[in-house]
């Protein structure tokens, strides 16, 4: 069961990237996908967030509206298109998987409250 996050690189503010999360081992359709970022210094923080079955779509403030996040079914794997990038938003980024129930609404915030995650990639904004 592994969680392989890839796309990241340098671009710069005002561009767009469109990372990757591929699932081995696990249907990933069947799990709930959250993007996390941790910049140097800081805090990982939540991002994104799609849930399982329905597809349902969220995002943090600070990337609303420039950020969108989709499925592949057939390719097992889970992108999110990342537009009008600034340079805050360099940090490693993260996916994250789980498929538990969970009884509070926005649990998918929490980064404690997941199963498995990628690697990290890198993404750097440079101005």
């Known amino acids: 069961v592994q969680l392989q996050a890839s796309g990241g690189g340098l671009v710069q503010v005002g561009g767009s990237l469109r990372l990757s999360c591929t699932a081995f081992?696990?249907?990933?359709?069947?799990?709930?996908v959250g993007w996390f970022r941790q910049a140097p210094g800081k805090e990982r923080e939540w991002v994104s967030f799609?849930?399982?079955?329905?597809?349902?779509?969220y995002y943090a403030e600070s990337v609303k509206g420039r950020f969108t996040v989709s499925r592949d079914k057939a390719k097992n794997t889970v992108y999110p298109q990342m537009n009008s990038l600034k340079a805050e938003d360099t940090a490693v980024y993260y996916c994250?998987?789980?498929?538990?129930?969970?009884?509070?609404?926005?649990?998918?915030?929490?980064?404690?409250?997941?199963?498995?995650w990628g690697q990290g990639t890198l993404v750097t904004v440079s101005s």
């Open positions: 994250a998987a789980d498929g538990s129930y969970h009884r509070r609404s926005n649990w998918y915030e929490d980064k404690f409250e997941y199963d498995y």
């Open positions: 799609v849930s399982s079955r329905e597809g349902r779509t």
């Open positions: 081992g696990f249907t990933l359709d069947y799990f709930a």
